[in-house]
């Protein structure tokens, strides 16, 4: 993952295309903050933890998808 501000990304599924769609005003971050959870099989989002055991860290993009100022964040989401 590159160095990322704030921003919308999503966590997308390659093998079906589902995707869980978040803002934080430090996408890096919150990314990382992600895959810690999920790795940990502790993430808040049962539908996505799920699928992250079922099909393997190597099927998910975890990735930003919009660049925005700070103030715009929850806007965008």
Known sequence: MEDMSAGIYWINNTNNGHCYVGGSIDVDRRLRAH???????????????????????????????????EDMVVWYE
Do not use: K
């Open 35 to 69: 895959r810690s959870l999920l790795d940990r099989n502790a993430h808040h989002s049962i539908h996505l933890q799920r699928a992250w055991n079922n099909h393997g860290a190597q099927a998910f993009e975890l990735e930003l998808i919009l660049s925005c100022h």
